[in-house]
Each structure stands twice: as structure tokens, then as C-alpha cells.
């Protein structure tokens, strides 16, 4: 109970030194602000004044230019055009309407690409990118990435100082960059130079003695040709690394030039797809906080039931909140479906209600912003039939401009009942869960699966899928985070690791923590090579056991493991462990010749737990009741929410949503202020109440 207490005063702590990092761009009393998309040069001068006096009587708080817009901002080289944008930001400071200002790099104009070819991305299969598409100029080319940086220094003079802007967003979505050009033949191996500063130390990572692949220079190493079979795993690594790199600090050079010349009141962020196995998404220091972009209905999910799919999964907002939020003292949403797209595989209207609820779920994790892409519909273009706030008429609102008007309403009547002291329940920080997280892993893994039954992130998600329904605050987290604060650590397929994070892991446990570990974990060091020892022995004297061997059956004969007399079946990774003295066996396999060894373990270390789950079971059933049975070994109470619903806290308001096809009614406390909706939660429900 002493450490329960521990926790939570500490978790209090943590939430209120956060909260005042977040005033100097976001007052605590605001809670969140919601902007949209506007693209002047899209549209005839005399129609921006009744825009914007739209988008302002809609309750919208501000916009966002010039994403896109660099062949208006410099329309030839050298030559400036600031008047348009100028009038632009005026009409919008006259109705009230604050700024985000864009750098322009997913789209260089015509004449640098034209003038200066090589900016244009070479694919590994010899192709070159076009103009007439976007994000086609490479982050790896020597004279865009300076070229680039004279056009922000012009914007960032002019816009720096200007109080009607809020803040920067740099680029549009940013990726990484397969390219093939010589500029980025020669930066790969300069980073690699200054990576190993030796070729022979080179060698010995990349284990170049294999197959004859010893160099002797750096000039000899090419950029590695990813779909040709049998390439240099560890070459592809580094590719993978660097790649992460050039993207992270381009992102940099560009946010200190802004910062030159910014006021300091001026944040700068950028709008990352949310890639978890990307590497590049908070990485770049030198942004003020990250922003992610989500669209739910495009033909990709099913949901839950028959009509799910016009929800979406419900996962997908909920995860990128938990993974954006550690990365950042505070993160927002840059750009959430309004309604119906254009370039999914199926292009569904999205139900009645969607976009609400949407907007309420990226609130409930935390968000600080929430904007939209776009206003209005675009008449020309790759978009066209992708909704906006209003219609292709450019007045009449659509179902979904009318749901974010709804939110934003809302979100002034949550304005009024903001208790700057509230608190978060005792029982929901008490279940918070931390999942240990390192993109290189799936890199590798995903390299070498072994079984193409594998699946990094459904892996993942089967454990964190979990921890949703128990109604738990979940963060994704690196391994430079402090484990301290959370009762419950959870580190699936952590496949490459060192003896300094198995130190730490050991000392969490030792002082406290309870750990979780799965299946392929520790196979491998940070350089992606076996250990000269048994599998994954490092770990042995964490998880109490030996791995004796691995597994990975046919999908037709698939096999089972036996926990409680209940039988779970599984097809993909099954480590068969040797426990030692003192080690309990939760699980056991069935019905193969190692029928009977152990497949679950768990252990005392200290004054925490270490548990090893050896298996991936079919969707995730085994995991769920391991999960169940630790949470109740610790005396944590848990929830049990069905799929879809899902409830987190923050600033003082509770909030449940509810993405599945029945109606469920949620518990609310009795003396709690019920703000936006009803207890009893249809499909695409949203309720939030003040706590008491």
C-alpha cells in the first residue's frame, strides 16, 4: 500500500510539472483548441473574407497556411511573394482567427525541380520521382536541404515576430527516403564514417566475413538494394538508421532556422503519420512538441460488427495518443478526418456520430489541439471527393463540419468546469502500464521473422489491447524513460538488448516493479547479432529460466498451451523454457514432442515480478488472462470493458467512447456532473463528466 501511495503522489507530481510546462503555449483553462485547414491560394481573393468569417462563426480558433504553397511563395528563384499570404493572415486576425504557419518542403515548385533534377528521390528500382505528386524531393540531396532553408529563413523573417501566428509546422506528413541519388550514396557513408569511424570496426557489425562481403574503404558501401534476397541484414539496418536520421534532422535544421527569428511565444511542431516502426518520430530535438495525423474510415479497418467499418478500429486514435504523449511535453492532432475521403481502397461515409467521437477520443488521451484537413472540399486536384468542413459549394456545412461545430461547443462548456485541482482517480493511476518500446526491433525482426506468421505490432497489440479493456492509462515508452512510475512494465519481443537495459529492467523489478517479457526477447544484442551463448542467455537470471529452444509450427498444425485447464492455441513463436528453482510455471505446451514443458513462467525478484511469456497465442486470449491474473496477483482492480468502449481521464473530466455495435452502459460515480451525453453509449457514444 506504501508504494501504491508512492506511485500515485508521484504520478500527481508528474502530471502537475507537465501541466506547467504545457502553459507557456496552452493555458491549463483552455483544455484544447480546434482549428481546420485553409488554403487561400486554392481560391479567388474575394471569397477568403466570408471563409474565414465562416470558419470563425463555426467556433473554430484557428487555421492553418501555406502548407503546400511554395511555387506562391517564391515563384522564381530568389523572388519572393509575401502580399497574398500577408492578406491572408489579416483576414483571419480580423475574426479572431490565430495562425499556423507552414514551411513548404512536401512540395518544391516546378523550376527547382526542373532546374536542379537530382532533388527528385531515386527509387531502388532505378525510377525517379516526378513532379505533379508531393513529398518527391529527397531529404538526402546536399542542395535541397540548404535551398530549402533560404525559403524558410525569408518566412521565418517575415512571419517571425508577428503575434497573429501561433506557431510553425514544418513540412507535411514527413517520412523517410529510400533514395538512391549519389548525394545520398555519399551521406550514407559518411554517417557510417562517423558511426564506426573505422572500416574494420564496420566489419565486425555487419559480419561482412559472411558470404565474402569484406570492405576495405567506406567509398566501396553503397546504400543496400532492400528487395534483393539475402542482402546484409545489418547493412540494411544502418540503411534503415540513417534514414531515420536524415528525416529527424532535416526537421531540425529547419526548426532552428525558424528559430532564428521566431518570437519565443511562437511554438514549432510538425505532423508525423504515426510510423511506430519509423524511427524518426521524436527524434528531432529541436521541435517544440509533435503533432500526429489520423483517419479512421478509408477501407482499411473492419471495426466490430457489420457496420464497424464506417467507425474504425478502435484502437488507432487510443494508440497514437499513448505513443505521441510520452515522446512530447504535449502533443496534438494536426489532421483528423472530417468525413468522407477519396484516397482509401473503399471510401465509406463514415456513421453518423464517427467524427464526434473521434474528436472526443484524441481529447480523452490528452491532446492539446485538434485540427482538420480542410475546410473546404477541393474542386481540382489528386483530392477531389475528400469532404471538408463545408461542401464543394464552399457554404453549406457537411455531417461532419456540423460534428466538429458540436465538439467545439462542447469543449467551452468543459471550459466553464475546469477545476484547475482536480485530480485523476486513484484506481485508474493505479493501473497504469508502461510498454517498452524500440522501433529497431521490429526492424530487425521484421528482417528475420522466421515464421511469415509473425506480426510485430499485432504482437504488441494483443498485450495492449488488454490493458484498454482494464481501463488502464497506458504509455509507450523508450528505454532511456524512467521505469519507476509505473506498477507494471511491459516489454514485448524486445529482441535486441544489452546488458545496461537488463541492468535496469533487473533493478525496477528488484525495487518494486512488476515486468512482463515475451517471446523472442533477448535473442539478440543492439548490433542484431546472436549472443556467443545460449539463446537469449543474458536474460536467464531475469526471468528465472533457460530458453531451451524455439518454435514456430506449421499453420495447419498448429498447437496449443495449457494455463488453468484451459486450452489457448497459437501458431506463430513459442519459446520452450527450463525453469530454475523457484520459478513457477503458469502454462505448459500441449500436443507436440515438448508437450509438457513450460511456456508461461513467472517469478519474485526482489520485491517485484518478473513474468515470461514464451508464446504468441491466436488472437491474444492467452495474453489476456495472464494479463488478468497478474493485475489480480497485485491487487490492482481492473475494469472490464468490452471491445470498442474505452474510457481515460484527464484535467479533471472523465471521458468513454464507445466503437463497438451494441449500446453499453457505462458506469458513471453517482454524485459525478455528466457534460456531453448519456451513461448508456450507442455505437459512436461519447459521455463526459466533471469528477467530483
Known amino acids: 500500500m506504501q508504494k501504491l501511495k508512492f506511485f500515485l503522489l508521484f504520478s500527481a507530481i508528474t502530471f502537475s510539472l507537465n501541466a506547467q510546462k504545457s502553459i507557456n503555449y496552452f493555458l491549463g483553462n483552455q483544455l484544447a483548441t480546434t482549428g481546420v485547414y485553409y488554403y487561400p491560394e486554392h481560391w479567388d481573393s474575394s471569397q477568403w473574407d466570408r471563409d474565414l468569417k465562416n470558419i470563425a462563426a463555426m467556433g473554430f480558433e484557428f487555421t492553418h497556411y501555406a502548407e503546400f504553397a511554395w511555387a506562391q511563395l517564391e515563384p522564381q528563384e530568389g523572388k519572393y511573394d509575401f502580399a497574398w499570404l500577408d492578406k491572408a493572415v489579416a483576414i483571419a486576425a480580423k475574426y479572431k482567427i490565430k495562425v499556423i504557419m507552414c514551411t513548404s518542403t512536401a512540395t518544391p515548385p516546378v523550376w527547382l525541380v526542373r532546374k536542379y533534377p537530382a532533388i527528385l528521390s531515386l527509387n531502388e528500382n532505378g525510377t525517379r520521382e516526378e513532379h505533379g505528386s508531393r513529398q518527391h524531393a529527397t531529404f538526402s540531396n546536399n542542395y535541397y536541404r540548404a535551398y530549402s532553408l533560404k525559403m524558410i529563413e525569408q518566412l521565418a523573417k517575415h512571419y517571425g515576430n508577428d503575434s497573429r501566428i501561433i506557431g510553425w509546422q514544418i513540412d507535411n506528413e514527413p517520412r523517410t527516403f529510400f533514395d538512391y541519388n549519389e548525394d545520398a550514396q555519399q551521406r550514407f557513408r559518411d554517417w557510417l564514417k562517423k558511426r564506426y569511424t573505422t572500416i574494420d570496426a564496420l566489419n565486425i557489425a555487419w559480419g561482412t566475413a559472411f558470404w565474402s562481403q569484406i570492405y576495405s574503404d567506406f567509398a566501396q558501401i553503397n546504400i543496400p538494394q532492400h528487395a534483393q534476397w539475402g542482402m546484409n541484414l545489418n547493412q540494411r539496418l544502418d540503411h534503415y538508421r540513417f534514414a531515420a536520421w536524415e528525416t529527424s534532422s532535416f526537421l531540425d535544421d529547419q526548426a532552428r532556422e525558424i528559430k532564428k527569428y521566431a518570437s519565443p511565444n511562437q511554438w514549432v511542431t510538425s505532423n508525423y503519420i504515426p510510423s511506430y516502426s519509423g524511427g524518426y518520430i521524436g527524434k528531432s530535438k529541436d521541435l517544440d512538441f509533435i503533432t500526429y495525423t489520423r483517419y479512421m474510415v478509408y477501407g482499411e479497418s473492419l471495426g466490430i460488427g457489420r457496420k464497424g467499418y464506417r467507425v474504425g478500429d478502435p484502437l488507432r486514435i487510443a494508440m497514437a495518443n499513448d505513443f505521441f504523449r510520452p515522446l512530447s511535453p504535449y502533443y496534438g492532432v494536426m489532421e483528423l478526418q472530417p468525413g468522407q475521403v477519396n484516397w482509401g481502397s473503399i471510401n465509406s461515409q463514415p456513421l453518423p456520430g464517427a467524427v464526434h467521437l473521434w474528436l472526443w477520443h484524441q481529447f480523452a488521451g490528452g ?256 495474453e489476456n488472462d495472464i494479463l488478468k491474473k497478474l493485475f489480480a496477483q497485485l491487487n490492482i482492480a481492473v475494469e472490464q470493458y468490452p471491445e470498442g468502449v474505452l474510457v481515460e481521464y484527464r484535467d479533471g473530466f472523465g471521458i468513454g467512447v464507445n466503437y463497438s455495435d451494441k449500446t453499453y452502459t457505462l458506469a458513471i460515480p453517482a454524485n459525478a456532473k455528466i457534460l456531453v451525453g448519456m451513461k448508456d453509449l450507442p455505437t459512436a457514444g461519447v459521455v463526459v463528466w466533471k469528477l467530483k
Open 367 to 622: 491532446s492539446k489541439l485538434a485540427c482538420t484537413y480542410r475546410y473546404r472540399a477541393p474542386l481540382s486536384g489528386y483530392e477531389q471527393y475528400h469532404y471538408g468542413i463545408v461542401g464543394p459549394d464552399g457554404v453549406t456545412p457537411t455531417p461532419g463540419g456540423l460534428e466538429y461545430q458540436k465538439f467545439i461547443q462542447e469543449v467551452n462548456e468543459l471550459r466553464k468546469n475546469y477545476d484547475s485541482k482536480a485530480t485523476m482517480p486513484p484506481a485508474y493511476l493505479a493501473r497504469k502500464t508502461a510498454i517498452l518500446f524500440n522501433h529497431e526491433n521490429i526492424w530487425g525482426m521484421d528482417m528475420n521473422k522466421q515464421t511469415d506468421q509473425w506480426n510485430s505490432l499485432g504482437h504488441f497489440n494483443k498485450y495492449y489491447k488488454t490493458l484498454k479493456s482494464f481501463g488502464a492509462p497506458v504509455d509507450f515508452i523508450v528505454d532511456s524513460s524512467s521505469f519507476s512510475k509505473y506498477p507494471v512494465l511491459i516489454a514485448p519481443a524486445y529482441q535486441q538488448i544489452d546488458n545496461a537495459l537488463i541492468e535496469k529492467l533487473t533493478n525496477y523489478v528488484n525495487a518494486g516493479g512488476n515486468l512482463v517479457l515475451t517471446c523472442r526477447t533477448g535473442y539478440k544484442n543492439r548490433e542484431m547479432h546472436l549472443w556467443e551463448a545460449k539463446f537469449a542467455a543474458p536474460i536467464y537470471d531475469l526471468i528465472g529460466a533457460e530458453i531451451e529452444f524455439y518454435d514456430l509450427p506449421m499453420p495447419h498444425a498448429q498447437d496449443s498451451v495449457l494455463m488453468d485447464n484451459k486450452k489457448y492455441t497459437w501458431k506463430t513463436w513459442g519459446d520452450i523454457l527450463k525453469p530454475r528453482p523457484g520459478t513457477n510455471v503458469l502454462a505448459t505446451y500441449q500436443g507436440d514432442f515438448y508437450a509438457g514443458k513450460p511456456a508461461v513462467i513467472s517469478r519474485k525478484l526482489g520485491k517485484g515480478t518478473v513474468t515470461y511469456v514464451g508464446v504468441d497465442s491466436n488472437g491474444g486470449l492467452l
